[in-house]
Every structure is written in structure tokens, then in C-alpha cells.
T-cell receptor, first 111, second 110 residues
């Protein structure tokens, strides 16, 4: 997937803990999208970020979820006080103006 | 809601057959992107289209950007077992929000 790095690949959290998912975009890309995917389903848009700026967060739940893309370092998707329903695969995409490339995803399991 | 209508939802075809799937929208787009997602992996960009009428091939895959700029199709010729997966179309909406179709699940009978 052309250099988009996500970590960890797998993350197990107990209910009530925090989950932090990281995404390092391709070199030279300053835009990142986060998507959530349940098994056998499509990609649900969560948030679109530029460095130091949230452009569109219309897909983010109002509570417990937040995202950032600082000037230095990876983009972070943070889920506080996780619940079982947060279990899913989370993908980030790194974008130029005309193409988007995905990472391998983080599979979050809440036990 | 879903801005891109992708069909069919799933296909179950014989190895060696040709496959066709398409995406339509009520909006005009400047770009069509086609992705394939293997189980447990992230989507991989197959073909990107930028001009109305454009026809682009990538091996056994061919995709076209519709003349009206509201639709696109993806064809796979001579299917093989490794073509199994989910195929998504995607577009950039105004404001550069990348949206996806619901996906076409391809299953190949060997």
C-alpha cells in the first residue's frame, strides 16, 4: 500500500480502556482520512485531516472519539473508554489531490 | 448517506469468466478510483480515472470513466481464484472528502 504505515496491526483492549491508533502517511502527503470497517461491510468515513487541522469530522461519533494530525509525527485516532461495539478494523488513507492510498489497518478487539 | 451506488452487491462466477461491475452517482465527479480489498488487508488502488470517456487497463482489469461523469465500470477478464475480494469505487466529493461505494464482493468458483 505504497508506504502508508499503520500501527499497531492488532490491538486488544478491555472495556473502559483507551485505544490509540497511529497512521504515518506517505512522504509528501499532508492529508489523511480515517475509516472504520465492520466484517463483510464497506468503509465508513470517520474524519478527514490536514496537518494541524480537522477538515471534516462528520463521521466521527460525538463522544469518546477524537483525531489529530500534528505538524510532526503520525496522525492519531483516539478512542476513550472503549466498548465492545468499537471492535472493528480502522483504516487510514493518505492522499494527494487525485489519489488515496491505504494502510494495512488496525484491528481493534474490545474484550 | 451513500453517494455512490455500486452494483452488483456480490457475484459468484466461474473461473475464466469475465466480470463487470459499475458505480453510479447523481453528482458529477472529476475522478473515479477503483480499489480491491483482500481479506484482512487494506484496500489497494487498482485504477484511477481522471477524464470523461477515459478507458484505462491494468493487466486483466479495464475501467472506464463514463461520458456523463456520473458513472464508471470495472471489467475483469478471465477471472482467476486470486480475484476474490471486495471491489470498491471511490470519488472525491467537494471539499475533497473521499467517499466509497458499498462494494462488490467477488467470489470465484474454481
Amino acid at each position: 500500500n505504497a508506504g502508508v504505515m499503520q500501527n499497531p496491526r492488532h490491538l486488544v483492549r478491555r472495556r473502559g480502556q483507551e485505544a490509540r491508533l497511529r497512521c504515518s502517511p506517505m512522504k509528501g502527503h499532508s492529508h489523511v482520512y480515517w475509516y472504520r470497517q465492520l466484517p463483510e461491510e464497506g468503509l465508513k468515513f470517520m474524519v478527514y485531516l490536514q496537518k494541524e487541522n480537522i477538515i471534516d469530522e462528520s463521521g466521527m461519533p460525538k463522544e469518546r472519539f477524537s483525531a489529530e494530525f500534528p505538524k510532526e509525527g503520525p496522525s492519531i485516532l483516539r478512542i476513550q473508554q472503549v466498548v465492545r461495539g468499537d471492535s472493528a478494523a480502522y483504516f487510514c488513507a493518505s492522499c494527494s489531490k487525485t489519489e488515496a492510498f491505504f494502510g494495512q489497518g488496525t484491528r481493534l478487539t474490545v474484550v | 448517506g451513500q453517494q455512490l451506488n455500486q452494483s452488483p452487491q456480490s457475484m459468484f462466477i466461474q473461473e475464466g469468466e469475465d466480470v463487470s461491475m459499475n458505480c453510479t452517482s447523481s453528482s458529477i465527479f472529476n475522478t473515479w478510483l477503483w480499489y480491491k480489498q483482500d481479506p484482512g488487508e487494506g484496500p489497494v488502488l487498482l485504477i484511477a480515472l481522471y477524464k470523461a470517456g477515459e478507458l484505462t487497463s491494468n493487466g486483466r482489469l479495464t475501467a472506464q470513466f463514463g461520458i456523463t461523469r456520473k458513472d464508471s465500470f470495472l471489467n475483469i477478464s478471465a477471472s482467476i481464484p486470486s480475484d476474490v475480494g471486495i471491489y470498491f469505487c471511490a470519488d472525491f466529493l467537494y471539499g475533497n472528502k473521499l467517499v466509497f461505494g458499498a462494494g462488490t464482493i467477488l467470489r470465484v468458483k474454481s
